[in-house]
């Protein structure tokens, strides 16, 4: 099967991951996609919810021809990409999915180079974001019918410290779970 790898802190998970999920299997052509949270973060990152409250939140994730793998949870991996190589079933082929975001600080990823060479990466556009800069071994998600947006976790996170409402921009139950567990709050 050719599977499309989406990992990330999902800090909180929210309906711009379940969109790039869905694009990538219409125009990209994957079987499948993992969403794989991160158990470690490479490069540190502040605000990140506990690893128990982060799985939670991504198995609200629901979409066809998707799953959610803990690979790198249960694992305990240190959040660089290169380190859950080894344990991905040799059976399949695999694509990393990122987001243009990432592009300027890829280099920061623990050994960008070797796992340029290694695994084939899938980066999908978002509003306000130049598609670069671009390494070997990366493609652009292009289609006439692609839909991109701006949703992303770090404004959600600002959202819930200012007491805004979210459950536009999350699966269905993350906006009660993020309330009932009292996260981003601070």
């Known amino acids: 099967m050719k599977i499309g790898l989406l990992g990330g802190a999902f800090n909180p998970p929210h309906l711009a991951h ?11 052509g994957f079987d499948e996609i993992w969403f794989l949270p991160n158990f470690g973060q490479q490069p540190p990152k502040p ?57 300027p600080s890829f280099t920061q990823w623990g050994s960008w180079q070797e796992l340029i060479k290694k695994l084939p990466f899938l980066v999908f556009p978002r509003s306000g974001f130049p598609n670069e800069p671009l390494y070997e071994n990366m493609t652009v998600l292009s289609h006439p019918l692609l839909m991109i947006n701006d949703i992303s976790a770090t404004k959600i996170r600002e959202r819930v410290k200012q007491g805004l ?3 536009q921009f999350v699966p269905s139950g993350v906006a009660e779970y993020i309330k009932t567990h009292e996260l981003y709050k601070s």
Request: aromatic share 8%; glycine share 2%.
């Open 165 to 167: 409402p979210i459950d």
């Open 18 to 28: 379940l969109h790039m999920a869905a694009q990538s299997i219409d125009f990209a």
């Open 47 to 103: 605000d990140v919810a506990s690893v128990k409250d982060r799985l939670a939140m991504t198995k609200m994730l629901s979409l066809p021809k998707t799953k959610i793998s803990t690979l790198e949870i249960d694992n305990k991996l240190s959040g660089n990409t290169i380190e859950l190589l080894p344990y991905l079933p040799k059976e399949h082929s695999y694509t990393f999915i990122m987001g243009v975001d990432w592009l």
